[in-house]
C-alpha cells in the first residue's frame, strides 16, 4: 500500500471514529417520534430516512469543536437527532460568519 493510499485510510478511519463518538440511535429515536403522534409507520420510516441523510450531510462538513460539541449536544437534547443536529450546524456556521 503507498503512503497516499494509507493517509486516506487513516483519514477515513478517523473521520469514522469522530461520527460514532456521539452515535445517535436512529431506529430509537424515530421510534419515539412515532410513537409520539400514535404510532405511523410512515412517519417513522421518513424519520428514519431523514436522520440518515442529516448524519451523511454532517460527515461531510468541516465543523469546528466548539460548533459540534454544542450541536451534539442540542441533537442529544431531544433524543438525539442528527437532523437537529444539522441544522444547529448550519445555524452556527452562519452566525460565526456574520459575526467577523
Not at 503512503?3 to 469514522?16: H, K, P, Q, Y
Not at 461520527?19 to 429515536?29: G, H
Request: proline letters at 1%; glycine letters at 8%; one cysteine or more.
Amino acid at each position: 500500500m503507498n503512503r497516499l493510499c494509507l493517509t486516506a485510510a487513516l483519514v477515513s478511519i478517523s473521520i469514522g471514529y469522530a461520527i460514532l463518538v456521539y452515535a445517535f440511535d436512529i431506529k430509537s429515536y424515530c421510534r419515539q417520534v412515532s410513537d409520539a403522534v400514535g404510532g405511523s409507520y410512515q412517519i417513522e420510516e421518513t424519520c428514519r430516512q431523514q436522520e440518515r441523510d442529516a448524519q451523511a450531510s454532517l460527515s461531510r462538513k468541516q465543523i469546528p469543536s466548539r460548533v459540534e460539541d454544542y450541536c451534539r449536544r442540542v441533537g442529544e437534547a431531544i433524543g438525539g437527532s442528527y437532523q437537529i443536529m444539522n441544522v444547529c450546524v448550519d445555524q452556527e456556521l452562519a452566525a460565526k460568519g456574520r459575526l467577523r
